[in-house]
Every structure is written in C-alpha cells, then in structure tokens.
C-alpha cells in the first residue's frame, strides 16, 4: 500500500511517499528557513503563505522521486495538528482538496505520532513496550508506549520545549537560527568535556518533568556577567555547556522510565533528536535498543506522516472533508 504524507505544522513544507508504513520511497522538504532567519524564530503568517506556494511543487516532486502515479496512491496521510493554526490549515486544506478530486482516502496524522513513526522507517521493527522521547521546538515529553496507538504521557517540560531553549540560546549567542544545529556546531569545537561553565539542571525529582527556561535565564545571566566584567563570551565553551546540562537531563529522565516501566527499546523523536551528542549519550547510557531515525527523518518530514498514516489508515481512521486543524492535539492512547 502506498501513502503520500503532507506535512505543513510548522516552517517545512513536506511530502514523502511510503510503502507499507516501512519503506522509504521518497522524502522532499522544502525549508523556509532562510525566510525565518532574519527574525530570529518563526513568523506564522509568513510560514502559511509560504507553505501554499512550496506544496504543488513539493508533492509533485515526492511522487517523482518515488517513481510513483497518483494512480499508484492509496491514500493521503495528512498533519491536522498538533502545530501552528494556519500552517496546519495550509496542508489540511491541500490535502482535501486532493483527496476530494483524486477519490483518495484521507487520513489525519497527529505531528508527534508521525515523529515516532519515523523509527519503523527502513529499520528493525521496534519492541513494546517502549518508552519515547519526543523533544522538538514545540513540545519535549515522555511516553510509554505499550503497543501501536497506545500511549501514556508519564511528564513533559513545564515551560520551553527542549528545542525552543536551543533556538533561543542559539540567539543569545549569536548563533542564528534554528539554534539547534547551530548550538551542536559550536560546541564541536570544544569536543566531549565541557567543563568550563557549569550550568544548572532542573531536576524536579520523583517527576518524568523537564524544565528548560532556569537554564536559559541562567545562561543569559552568565553572558551579562561576562559583558560587565569586559570579558570576551567564549561562545564554544557556552554553547557546550548548554547542550550538556540539557543533554543530561533529557538522557537520564528517559533512562529512568526505561527502568521504572520495564521498557524494551527506546523511541527517540522530533527535531532535537538530530543532535548528535543526545543520540550518541542515550545510546550509551540506555539499557535497551534506541530506536532514533536518520537525521533528515527527524526534522519534520512527510514520509514520517505516511509511515504514521497506514498504522491509522488500517485503524480505519479516516479525515472527512469538514475535519479541521487541531493546534494543541495532545498524544493520547487512540488504539491500532
Ligand atoms: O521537529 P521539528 O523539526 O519541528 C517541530 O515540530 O518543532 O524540530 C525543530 C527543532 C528546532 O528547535 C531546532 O533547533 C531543533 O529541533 N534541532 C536541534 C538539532 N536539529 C534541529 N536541536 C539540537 N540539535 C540539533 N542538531
Ligand atoms: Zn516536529
């Protein structure tokens, strides 16, 4: 079976083309990054126009790299939220409109399902239970997974999600934007020890909880500081303090409820899990298998949203043509 995935919640215009829910045939997104960048973060009316010019040509482009006719779709998996209202109204519009003159099944896909989906792409398949990890600009949270659609939330982050942190941080040190990338590139240049600046972690202990926005005040604190005293910022050593104290605590949290939840893999996703130095921390201090996709899967993508789309498709889930966008749809036990 194949699906074409269309994903529009935030600043990537995306459609890929999956076989099965397992097989990668293509994954096209266009970025508006460039777009964003000289505002430092995301400009939403400027995304949702931007998103109906990029769409034909990002859909017309997913189905030439897979080789694949719309006569060959089976289905049209689409983000209806959780995501920016008129970024996600863009795509979901599109996506009806297909749907309605090509005879096609819709299918509504929630955004942070999609990014866990992403790990049944061209892999091993994962094992329940399992514990996910999902951390990307607009949300950071902990699941257990017990089985396809089942989901329990055990915490989240109680104010900024672990991405927008680095995007803001990023932008306290003049790093551009998104500060994700831009952080980890940085922080290279002092290697694996960052140990010149200290920084706090918020534990909020017996908690599956995060929180993120003491440590950016603290950073900004110690930039002041350094500016009072006419000292230079060492922006490398600042950047990698700050991806080790968030790096730490979003690694042992997760460890944690490996333990506590007698998990069998962990599931890590969202657009922080292309940092490097997560992947490679988890992997190493996780007792189970961690399940994270390549780098260009996590980011959003549209192939994430097929893949997501034909567990829900054979759920019999299916989008009428009056289904709207849900901006804060939550993750929530919706059986397979
Ligand atoms: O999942 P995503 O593409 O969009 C949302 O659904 O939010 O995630 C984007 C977030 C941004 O905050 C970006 O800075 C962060 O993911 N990000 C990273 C890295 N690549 C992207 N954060 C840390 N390290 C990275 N390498
Ligand atoms: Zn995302």
Redo the contacts with the bound molecule.
Sequence with gaps: MRIIGIET??D?TAAGVVVDGRHLLSNVISSQEHLHAPYGGIVPEVAAREHLLALPATIRTALERADTAWEQIDAIAVTHGPGLAGSLLTGLSYAKGLSYALGLPLVPVN?LEG?LYANWLDAPEPEFPAVALIV????TALFLASGHGAYQRLGGTLDDAA??A??KVARLLGLGF????A??RAAAAVGASPTAFKLPRAWLPGTADFSFSGLKTATLHLLQRLEREGEPAPVAEIAAAFQGAVIEVLVAKTVAAVAEHGARSVLLG???A???MLREVLAERAPVPVRVAPVALC??NGAMIAAAGYFRFHAGDRGSLDLDVAPSLPLTAQPI
């Design positions: 919640s935030c990537e955004h990014h990307s600009g607009g949300h991405g927008e680095f995007d998104p500060g994700g990338p952080i980890q969202g657009g922080v292309a940092n490097l980011t959003d």
